[in-house]
């Protein structure tokens, strides 16, 4: 056998340049687009040597803050559908431990990347290292090890052989349909830097063949004839219909063909264009009045590509009644909260689901009904992003003014929101006609992502217009990958919507009975300078980008067109409404209110919360 004498880091790396994908336009590309990396001790002698050989092939970049870097690692391989990944490189301890939201987040939305930590020494011999967690009762645990229940897969390499089976595994978990999630090798430092006598055909190059598993015949036949007797069926459309190949395009179909309405999940927003006369616009909690309109009369509910999470379901209140169908290619999914699940790929699925219902539709009568609907609340949403509400501009106007700033908004931008009140603003309201042109993180909902998570879909989709659209809270938590885009290049737009606090959680407080308290900055303990007034964007040009700030909605729309125009990162400030945010549609969300209180609105809250559980699905 042909031999390669490698250490174990430049054995990884090499192995990692020889993943291929074939993209959807035809194109070969190397399955991991970089390999994001700051590094200390536990990889710069090791990796660090190995990538540097390699930047050729496989370029390292390098960020400000190791969660910011593992966001935009975790929203490039989102903006790819799961095709295209990076690697994220950190040393052994806060490196580390700096990872573990972002893999939260990685994990929650199945979305694929690989972390490659540096680890303390197996050798033990310098015991304890600088950073290093020693725990009383285990000598095998490190601080890696918090990576564990946010990893689908993970593996210590502490003796180099063990890369020959952990690399296939790990590329086979980054590309499963079902599995897909990060991935965590721990690597010892002293292990990285080990030689070993590789075979010449571990490096080979390997083109990836992402697998799209059929229905099976039983459960296909049972769906069908359970649609068969529905009269008014409605299509759930969550993330996995974008992760299938061709999803988008069976979603379509399947509507078209059967008549039926769809309401779209926060990560399912985009597969159906936003002026397809059956799309009612998002579901759920965030969702529209058409779309809760027609879950709350549907008699048959078919999610596809969803985990049914509280936001899409209404915390199991919204269509409770109806007989749920589920397709997905997990089967922890598939058989959620009583479904019936179809487990399989979400286009190969449906393709197949519409065959076996030929000649079938929905109730001709619930088509047309949700066809009004749909109409209905697109001329609302015209409407809603032109009126003002408030003295000050609300988020509503600030969204149509992006959207106005460019006669090709809808197929060119895509958005980037993850936390606060955008997201429900931006479910009911941005407009796209492109699947991937609504970039939501919305598993998680992690504040923070947003800038980082930009940067990341700017890398994966260079040829469209990034915005984020972005809290002051948000913003003030992570925002310092906005130096990273300006150093790499990669322009994004971020719009600032500062209303001085946390307003959707000050919403909720007082939602639940509560008093304003601890959210917005003037009802937060503060001293003799009172309120800091944040010159946001003084901040973002600090950090190297170009800057303004606005106050109105006809200012944010030229601003807007200038920051199109600008090849550099750019941040617009705007000062919005903290109350004002858009009240049509929604529905209920499960909050524990507390059951005994002083307060009489708390047990108010209370009342109304325990009525509200009576309508959930159980189990
Ligand atoms: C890391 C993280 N911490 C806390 C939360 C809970 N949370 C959700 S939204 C929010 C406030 C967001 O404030 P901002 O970005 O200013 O949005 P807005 O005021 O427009 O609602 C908080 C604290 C979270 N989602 N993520
Ligand atoms: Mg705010």
Redesign the pocket.
């Known amino acids: 056998m042909k031999t390669v004498r490698l250490t174990v880091a430049q054995a990884l790396v090499r192995y990692l340049a020889a993943q291929f994908v074939t993209m959807p336009d035809g194109s070969r590309e190397r399955l991991f687009g970089g390999v994001w990396a700051i590094f200390g001790h536990g990889n710069v002698a090791g990796l660090g040597e190995a990538l540097q050989a390699a930047q050729d092939v496989l370029p390292t970049l390098r960020a400000h803050n190791e969660q910011g870097m593992a966001l935009a690692a975790t929203a490039y391989a989102k903006a790819h559908f799961r095709r295209r990944m990076m690697a994220v490189s950190t040393s052994i301890g806060p490196g580390c431990t700096n990872l573990v939201?972002a893999a939260a987040v990685a994990h929650v939305n199945r979305l694929p990347m690989l972390l490659l930590p540096g680890d303390v020494f197996i050798s033990r011999a310098p015991d304890p290292v600088l950073q290093q967690v020693e725990d009383f009762q285990d000598g095998g645990v490190s601080a890696v090890d918090c990576l564990r229940p946010v990893s689908r897969y993970f593996d210590r390499i502490v003796v180099p052989s063990q890369l020959l089976t952990a690399l296939p595994r790990a590329i086979a978990t980054l590309t499963d349909p079902a599995q897909c999630g990060p991935v965590t090798l721990a690597l010892p430092q002293d292990v990285q830097a080990q030689a070993f006598d590789w075979p010449e055909a571990f490096f080979a190059e390997r083109d990836i063949h992402f697998r799209q598993p059929p229905a099976e015949p039983t459960e296909l036949a049972a769906l069908a004839s359970l649609l068969r007797q529905a009269k008014r069926p409605l299509i759930v459309c969550g993330g996995g219909v974008l992760y299938s190949a061709g999803g988008a395009d069976a979603l379509r179909q399947f509507a078209e063909t059967h008549g039926i309405p769809v309401g779209e999940s926060q990560a399912g927003k985009g597969a159906l264009a936003w002026d397809h006369p059956l799309l009612a616009g998002s579901i759920g909690v965030t969702g529209s009045p058409a779309a809760n309109e027609l879950a709350a009369q549907a008699d048959l509910v078919l999610a596809v590509g969803s985990r049914l999470q509280d936001f899409t379901t209404g915390s199991h209140a919204l269509y409770a009644q109806a007989t749920l169908l589920s397709i997905n290619v997990n089967g922890f999914d598939a058989g959620k909260w009583g479904g019936h699940g179809l487990q399989c790929d979400a286009a190969v699925g449906l393709a197949a689901l519409s065959a076996a219902l030929e000649g079938w539709q929905a109730d001709a009568d619930w088509t047309a009904h949700s066809q009004r609907l749909c109409n209905g609340w697109r001329r609302q949403v015209d409407e809603i992003v032109r009126s003002p509400r408030a003295s000050l501009p609300t988020?509503a106007e600030a969204i149509g003014a992006v959207q106005a700033s460019a006669a090709d908004s809808a197929e060119r931008d895509i958005v980037v929101c993850a936390?606060?009140?955008?997201p429900a603003e931006l479910h009911k309201l941005w407009r796209t006609s492109t699947p991937g042109g609504y970039h939501m993180e919305y598993g998680f909902?992690?504040?923070?992502y947003e800038v980082a998570g930009g940067l990341g879909v700017k890398m994966a989709r260079p040829e469209r217009e990034v915005i984020v659209m972005?809290?002051?809270?948000?913003?003030l938590?992570l925002n310092n990958e906005l130096a990273t885009s300006v150093m790499l290049g990669h322009k994004i737009i971020v719009v600032l919507?500062d209303?001085a606090?946390?307003?959707?959680?000050n919403r909720l407080q007082q939602a639940c009975g509560g008093a304003p308290f601890n959210n917005m900055l003037v009802d937060c303990l503060h001293g003799e300078h009172g309120i800091p007034q944040v010159d946001f964007a003084r901040n973002a040009r600090s950090l190297g980008a170009e800057a303004e700030t606005v106050g109105s909605v006809a200012e944010l729309l030229a601003a807007m067109v200038r920051a199109r125009a600008s090849s550099r990162s750019y941040l617009i400030q705007l000062r919005i409404d903290?109350p004002q945010c858009t009240p049509e549609g929604g529905s209920w969300w499960e909050v524990g209110i507390p059951e005994v209180s002083e307060r009489e609105a708390v047990r108010n809250a209370r009342a109304d919360y325990e009525q509200a559980r009576q309508r959930q699905r159980l189990g």
């Open positions: 939201t988020y936390a606060g009140t955008l909902s992690c504040m923070g972005v809290g002051d809270g948000s913003y938590m919507l209303n606090g946390y307003a959707c959680i903290g």
